[in-house]
Structures are given as C-alpha cells and as structure tokens.
C-alpha cells in the first residue's frame, strides 16, 4: 500500500541494519517505515491510501499528468496522475526516501543502494547512475544544467547532466535533505548540526551551527 503519514521529524532517524535502511521513531523505539496496518488507518495522522505494493516514505511529485516516486521495495513507479495506473517502475538496490527532479523529460533521484540515478522520464530508461559513498538520501537540485546532491557518506556533490562529478563538498555529516539554490550560492544542511553556504564553484563562505542535528 502507497500510504502517506505525518511524523514528528524531530523524532525520527535512520537505523541501518543488514544493508537495509529503516526509519525508526527514537520516542517510541518503532519502526515506521513498516508497511500499513489495519490500525493505523484510525490514527489521526493518516492521510489517504492508494494500492500501489510497499510503503511509502519519499514525497511523489506530477509532472506533465505523470505522478513520479519511490518506495521501499526498492522501486521508482511512475503513476497516471489521472487514473493511478501504473506506466512504469524501475528496480533499483535500495530503498528509496527521496523525491525526484525533472528537468528536460529526465527524472533524478536518489537510492540507499549509494547511487543517484537518471531515468528517462518518458518510459523509465536507465541514462547514467552515478556512485556515491553512501545511501542517497537527499532529493537532486538541477541548477543550470548541474545536478547538485547530498549523500550519507558526507559530501555534497555536483554531477554534470552527463553523470560525471564536477566536485564534491565535505561536511562532517551526512547530507540527507534538499540545497536550495539562489544567485549561485548554495544553502544545504548537515547532520553535523551546520548549514552551510557555499558558491556553485565550490567555494566556502560560512556555516551556521545549529544545537543539534537538522532533519528537516
């Protein structure tokens, strides 16, 4: 089951076991990246439910009637906005947490199995995948023709639209979430407690450090 459900981010981390990533809320010592239950359906935080065959953590997004994400059985599906049917879905190694991008009929995401990948965004045609250290957390930002993406190995990255690296930013932890991009500066956020500031060359300008780790 497709389903989506509001949590506490403060209260949530990732658990790693047996190569498999698991989001585990630290108040209640649960796993709530399990699939749906009967009972969840009367709490207060469940939204909607479609039929779809996994969980689902990675926020979906439409583009052009075609509704794009990932899911923790490891698959990309791409989804009729209009009528929910299945138009295509890709197996990747990895759970999948992130959202995509699309940019000139290519989608871009990100997998726990290290990698980020493109896809054609049309039929779900593998162009390139590009290799990181660590699960891929953090949905890609296209900036004038550069991918720029965070991993758990620590580094931000900026990939050309041909998956080669550009560069890499290390940070002193891993980069889960979404940079944001303005006037060719780059803003993003490490589980080292810092956001950072930094140019779409690489240069560093500043850090601001928060009292704890930034999940959201």
């Known amino acids: 089951l497709l389903h989506f459900m509001r949590y506490n981010s403060s209260k949530a981390g990732y658990e790693k076991s047996k190569d ?15 699939p749906l239950r009967p009972e969840d359906v009367k709490s207060p935080d469940f939204l909607q439910e479609i039929t779809i065959g996994a969980s689902v953590i990675s926020y979906p997004i439409v583009h052009n009637g075609i509704c794009y994400f990932g899911a923790n059985d490891k698959y990309f599906y791409a989804v009729s906005a209009k009528d929910g049917e299945l138009i295509w ?27 980020i ?32 993406a965070g991993s758990a190995d620590c580094h931000l990255y900026a990939i050309s639209k041909e998956g080669e690296e550009i560069w890499k930013f290390r940070t002193g932890g891993a980069v889960t979430l979404e940079a944001a991009i303005s006037d060719n500066n780059i803003y993003f956020t490490s589980f080292d407690s810092y956001l950072y500031k930094i140019t779409t060359d690489k240069d560093f300008i500043w850090r601001f450090r928060t009292g704890n780790s930034i999940l959201c």
């Open 117 to 148: 990948y493109a896809l054609s965004s049309k039929d779900g045609e593998l162009l390139w995948k590009f290799r990181t250290g660590n699960g891929v957390f953090s949905t890609p930002v296209m900036h004038k023709d550069i991918i720029y």
């Open 89 to 115: 879905k890709f197996l990747t190694n990895g759970i999948i947490l992130t959202g995509g991008t699309v940019y000139n009929d290519i989608i871009y995401f990100g997998s726990a199995d290290n990698h």
């Open 20 to 34: 498999e990533y698991k989001i585990i809320d630290t108040e209640k010592k649960e796993d709530i990246s399990k």
